[in-house]
T-cell receptor
């Protein structure tokens, strides 16, 4: 069974540009989460989808960040326009709603560098 | 809301020595507790989790952790480490709906020959 995948693995952009990160969760997982780790600090929650609906977006830093999950499958996280402080590693995770759903399975992350 | 403190940012140990990585949490509700490991250039992998029941939890790769409710701790231990255990370890806590997972800042374990 394929795990959580993220694309791209690395992205280097200039301040003011737009970047879109993609996450493909494990097939059948209704819950999808985005996290960010900035400069070796703690991993911080950004938002949580249940299928295509945003369950909790309290961690989104500001309105330059837009997350979508059309059709309840893959998700995208767009940063527009990117700022220097957006640099970090963006992780995606997924979990089932029931059964073994108490574990979040993480992707390898996308390392974003804003110059 | 929950929070997690990992008391050591870096832990260097020699191969075959025991290790303990410390984790304390705070929460006003009942929680689940997790340890994740991130090997170089890889994603986070679940080591072990405490949901309920026995307070001593055994995970993969010979790691175990003990939930101590009175001390609000969930320290990770391994009796004898290998070079391959070199990685960053994250303690995490979530509420019982598996939402709002909070992570510690990570502990970088370096195992030296």
């Amino acid at each position: 069974e394929a795990g959580v995948t993220q694309f791209p693995s690395h992205s280097v952009i200039e301040k003011g540009q737009t970047v879109t990160l993609r996450c493909d969760p494990i097939s059948g997982h209704d819950n999808l989460y985005w996290y960010r780790r900035v400069m070796g600090k703690e991993i911080k929650f950004l938002l949580h989808f249940v299928k295509e609906s945003k369950q909790d977006e309290s961690g989104m830093p500001n309105n330059r960040f837009l997350a979508e999950r059309t059709g309840g499958t893959y998700s995208t996280l767009k940063v527009q326009p990117a700022e220097l402080e957006d640099s970090g590693v963006y992780f995606c995770a997924s979990s089932q709603r029931f059964g073994t759903g108490w574990s979040q399975f993480f992707g390898p992350g996308t390392r974003l560098t804003v110059l | 809301a929950q929070s997690v403190t990992q008391l050591d940012s870096q832990v260097p140990v020699f191969e075959e020595a025991p290790v303990e990585l410390r984790c304390n949490y705070s929460s006003s509700v009942s929680v689940y507790l997790f340890w994740y490991v991130q090997y170089p250039n890889q994603g986070l992998q679940l080591l072990l989790k405490y949901l309920s029941g026995s307070t001593l939890v055994k995970g993969i790769n010979g790691f175990e952790a003990e939930f101590n409710k009175s001390q609000t701790s969930f320290h990770l231990r391994k009796p004898s480490v290998h070079i391959s255990d070199t990685a960053e370890y994250f303690c995490a806590v979530s509420d019982r709906n598996n939402n709002d997972m909070r992570f510690g800042a990570g502990t970088r374990l370096t195992v030296k020959p």
